[in-house]
């Protein structure tokens, strides 16, 4: 039982880990809150792993991206 509320009580820091990561990547940070509310660990693992990073500054950026928001270079 204990181990259930341990886990109830950490889904929402998934939810704003989510959030955070999304917000960094140029994403919709609410979408992903909401995605983290609903799928937990697994939604905060694709929010860190989605997104490309810059072969130039290796700062991480939304997969459509065209240009770094970092270091303004084509990618
Ligand atoms: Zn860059």
Known sequence: ??????GLT???V???GC???AEKR?????TWFILGLIFGP???IVAIVS???CPHCLSIMP???????SCRKDV
Do not use: H, I
């Not at 140029?26 to 609410?30: A, D, R, V, W």
């Not at 997969?63 to 928001?69: I, Q, S, T």
């Open 63 to 69: 997969k459509e991206a065209k240009v770094c928001a």
């Open 19 to 21: 959030a955070f990561a």
């Open 1 to 6: 039982m204990e181990y259930l509320t341990t």
């Open 26 to 30: 140029g994403g919709n940070s609410l």
């Open 14 to 16: 998934f939810a704003v």
């Open 10 to 12: 950490a889904w929402p």
């Open 51 to 53: 997104g490309k990073r």
């Open 42 to 44: 697994l939604a905060f």
